[in-house]
């Protein structure tokens, strides 16, 4: 496993408060990538990062913002929390192509054990 | 963007029976086929993979097809014991550039009745 920790692992806040996530790995992998999974969405992505400070949308990434300034972290924040935000969040990361991963694939993402967020 | 559709949501065998879980997906130039698997209160974790120059891979009970002009690709289980039991996901990407992450389907939750 690529050493990935999510934190808080079970967080419950309250409709309009900003929250934090965060991600940490110790594998110095270049891409990191946050995703949010729903019953009947499988895993849609939320931002994804290709390097320090270097980031991009994915597909619900509206109401989300992101920061990475060191390689080892990446930190999801949501600005003022609404219901439709309560989901598990999971980050993964990857060391990009060429890695020998099992499988070989270029893209062998590694997730995190997930972080349970409930806006009331 | 590329779109993955997964069937069935919900899939039930008896032990020792195979289990199939197919994926369409809709861009043409994806290239990567992974397959993951998701137990109970874990992220999920990369059980076995298919690169679009390969039809077919196996990997002990495990095996993935792709019929590229179908644009479909399939997972096997074979001999299916209960801690198969597990939500699988399949997902498509195209690996020209990291930028690219995978598109998910929306699982199946795999039950192994002993």
């Known amino acids: 496993d690529a050493g990935i920790t999510q934190s808080p692992r079970h967080k419950v806040t309250e409709t309009g408060t900003p929250v934090t996530l965060r991600c940490h790995q110790t594998?110095?992998?270049?891409?990191m990538y946050w995703y949010r999974q729903d019953p009947g969405h499988g895993l849609r992505l939320i931002h994804y990062?290709?390097?320090?400070?270097?980031?991009d949308k994915g597909e619900v990434s509206d109401g989300y913002s992101v920061s990475r300034s060191k390689t080892e972290d990446f930190l999801l924040t949501l600005e003022s929390a609404t219901s439709s935000q309560t989901s598990v969040y999971f980050c993964?990361?990857?060391?990009?192509?060429?890695?020998?991963?099992?499988?070989?694939?270029?893209?062998?993402?590694?997730f995190g054990a997930g972080s349970r967020l409930t806006v009331l | 963007g590329e779109n993955v559709e997964q069937h069935p949501s919900t899939l039930s065998v008896q032990e020792g029976d195979s289990a199939v879980i197919k994926c369409t997906y809709s861009?043409?130039?994806?290239?990567?086929f992974p397959w993951y698997k998701q137990e109970l209160g874990k992220g999920p974790q990369l059980i076995i993979d298919?690169?679009?120059?390969?039809g077919e891979k196996k990997d002990q009970r495990i095996a993935v097809t792709l019929n590229k002009t179908a644009k479909h690709f399939s997972l096997h289980i074979t001999e299916t014991q209960p801690e198969d039991s597990a939500v699988y996901f399949c997902?498509?990407?195209?690996?020209?550039?990291?930028?690219?992450?995978?598109?998910f389907g929306s699982g199946t939750r795999l039950q192994v009745q002993p």
């Open positions: 993964a990361s990857y060391a990009g192509q060429g890695t020998l991963k099992r499988g070989s694939g270029a893209n062998v993402l590694t």
């Open positions: 594998e110095n992998h270049r891409y």
């Open positions: 990062s290709y390097g320090v400070k270097d980031t």
């Open positions: 861009d043409s130039a994806s290239n990567y």
């Open positions: 298919i690169r679009s120059n390969v």
């Open positions: 997902a498509a990407s195209i690996t020209d550039t990291g930028r690219r992450a995978l598109t």
